[in-house]
């Protein structure tokens, strides 16, 4: 109670001071479901930002590969992780902010990475034909797959689709050995391209041999005028 009502009160007013943090964000992208590569290839977690309070963050994972950056960065959606050898399957990474300046903590999100395995490499024997023969290479039948031959550089695809038998058009030329490759595809993913080879053999020219006259009765032998490593075979007209 003021005792002195006619009085005016000493009123003093202290300032308060609010300071309010914003809190740290982290999106750590969306998840991936990649196919296998041999060998492993880096994958670029993309879509990755922070912010907020929180100008880094960090990337931890739970599988075999590695991180091209291990530490705090302020451009996590640069990182890239590479699969270890053979690593198929789903794996996690977390990416962790910074513990940003005052009363907020460090906020972490996840996204995840399936890696599909590719299918086994096919099996496709090498051939060798004579001249005139079918010329045709077979893959091992694989269910479900789609076969793809290409020419000789790896690059050009010759045939693609469900059936695993190639012919050559134009068929390749006699004496000549040409390499293919051939891929399978299962689920969207595609083996690793293994190499055959076509060989055409020259069919050889007619023998040369002379006309013999003998008695009833007699013997004589017929030798055909050699021709390399042929042989001859004989028949009665």
Known sequence: ???NPDACMDITNAPAVLTIHPPATVNAGPDLTVCQSVPPTAIT???ATVGGGATQAQWTHNGTGTLSVTTLTSTPATVTYTPGAGETGTITLTL???D???PCTAVSDTRTITITPIPTTPTANDVVVCE???QTITITSVAG???TFYAGNA???LQSGTNNNFTPVPPASPNTMTNYFVAVTVNGCTSVLDPVSLTVIQNPGAPTVTNITVCEGGRTLIT???CGTETASFSSA
């Open 145 to 147: 797959a789609t076969y």
């Open 1 to 3: 109670t003021n005792p």
């Open 96 to 98: 962790t902010s910074q």
């Open 224 to 226: 055909p005028a050699p």
């Open 132 to 134: 005139g023969e079918l």
């Open 45 to 47: 977690l993309s879509g």
């Open 100 to 102: 940003p300046t005052g």
């Open 155 to 157: 690059i050009t695809v």
